[in-house]
């Protein structure tokens, strides 16, 4: 992997300091959610790091790789970030990882949550590193596919975050947002990171970085396996009386497109 192994692994360890420098912060608030603050923003200070060590390329790939980390790293953290401040609360998903490690989470968070996170952070940026710091090539339709995933991916992610945080607003406290896209699909905003990681995966190959797929790989294993769907499947489940039955009937990431026919059907007509 040559530089990118490099410079991946010296901005893994400072995206890791960042990360870590939060967790005092965690402790005084008593918040450990305060680290996915730094989840995308992190990645973000990685690419364009890359971009800017690498001469500022202006090949496609690295432009595409860039700019795309960019804003998906930049909106999430804003996004984040704006919802904490909102709730003033810790995360359900961290709370109830906080009464599984308890007594001790306090110091207990450092390794299982804010240096884990750090490491796991690096692994998944890297494939967009590689991007930016591999050679300059001609773009083949891979690229242009691969584009257009990551950019149907945001706006997946975009549209789910405005729908849940409307709802939210208007909804009294505990109902279950079931609109939207999630009339559809019960996880929509993991269902367009997904596709963004896969789009600049494809992007990645196109540049002739084959192990690029890998990142795309371990990020939607920790969504759809581990820190993403199952812990918000087991909240959700627990504490809204209603989500049994949605469960039941909605998909967690892929829509039944005979439902998505008929809802669009009766759309227009």
């Not at 005092?24 to 200070?45: E, I, K, T």
């Not at 390794?111 to 750090?118: D, E, G, K, N, R």
């Not at 789910?160 to 947002?177: I, S, W, Y």
């Not at 995966?201 to 990020?219: C, E, K």
Request: glycine share 12%; proline share 6%.
């Amino acid at each position: 992997m040559g530089d990118a192994a490099i410079i991946g692994t010296g901005w893994g360890m400072a995206a890791a300091g960042f990360t870590l420098a939060l967790w005092p912060l965690s402790v005084l608030r008593r918040d450990a959610s305060v680290v996915d603050f730094w989840w995308g923003p992190g990645m973000a200070l990685m690419a364009l790091t890359a971009w800017t060590l690498s001469g500022f390329p202006t090949g496609l790939h690295a432009l595409a790789a860039t700019a795309l980390t960019a804003v998906w790293g930049l909106r999430l953290g804003l996004v984040l970030g704006a919802r904490r401040m909102r709730e003033g609360r810790e995360d359900p998903r961290y709370a109830d990882l906080r009464r599984a490690w308890d007594p001790g989470f306090w110091w207990k968070s450092l390794f299982v949550v804010f240096t884990l996170q750090a490491l796991l952070q690096g692994l998944v940026a890297l494939g967009a590193v590689a991007t930016i710091l591999a050679p300059a090539g001609p773009a083949g339709p891979l690229a242009g596919l691969g584009i257009a995933a990551a950019l149907a991916g945001l706006a997946v992610e975009g549209a789910a975050d405005r729908q849940l945080d409307r709802f939210k607003a208007r909804a009294p406290e505990g109902a279950l947002c079931r609109e939207g896209l999630r009339a559809h699909v019960r996880f929509p905003h993991y269902a367009g990171e997904m596709l963004f990681w896969a789009g600049l995966a494809a992007l990645a190959v196109d540049a002739g970085v084959w192990w690029a797929p890998l990142s795309a790989l371990l990020i939607s294993a920790l969504l759809v396996k581990v820190s993403g769907a199952p812990p918000l499947d087991e909240h959700l489940a627990r504490t809204r009386a209603d989500y049994a039955a949605w469960r039941a009937e909605t998909p967690a990431f892929l829509p039944d497109l005979r439902r998505l026919g008929a809802a669009a059907r009766r759309a227009g007509s």
